[in-house]
Nanobody, 124 residues
Framework: QVQLIESGGGLVQAGGSLRLSCAAS????????MGWFRQAPGKEREFAAA????????SYADSVKGRFTISRDNAKNTVYLQMNSLKPEDTAVYYCAAQRDGGLAYNRGSYEYWGQGTQVTVSS
């Protein structure tokens, strides 16, 4: 069992930056691939970024590529999402997720565990 707790959300002006953190409890954090998803009001939850176990490979949605960076610190059981050049359309609840089964990174159904989410609001 893995519990995920996100933090770092808030209100920021367009062009600003935020860093989200996701702290994981439980064993064998390094064995899990981790993802960040986001859900805007009235829209479906969508993939933003993922990082494979041991941090060797990353993947990004086209909408965030070049602006967001996902990273992990296995010693701290934490995954991060550095968000730069934020836009109003990045406004959403951001969720951290974990999977061990090697499923598709961009597929919500691949992930076994989810956090409660943290709100990010970007003002224009």
């Amino acid at each position: 069992q893995v519990q995920l707790i996100e933090s770092g959300g808030g209100l920021v002006q367009a062009g600003g930056s935020l860093r989200l953190s996701c702290a994981a409890s439980g064993r064998d954090f390094s064995l899990y691939a981790m993802g960040w998803f986001r859900q805007a009001p009235g829209k479906e939850r969508e993939f933003a970024a993922a990082i494979w176990n041991y941090g060797g490979k990353t993947s990004y949605a086209d909408s965030v590529k070049g602006r967001f960076t996902i990273s992990r610190d296995n010693a701290k059981n934490t995954v991060y999402l550095q968000m730069n050049s934020l836009k109003p359309e990045d406004t959403a609840v951001y969720y951290c997720a974990a999977q061990r089964d090697g499923g598709l990174a961009y597929n919500r159904g691949s992930y076994e565990y989810w956090g409660q989410g943290t709100q990010v609001t970007v003002s224009s």
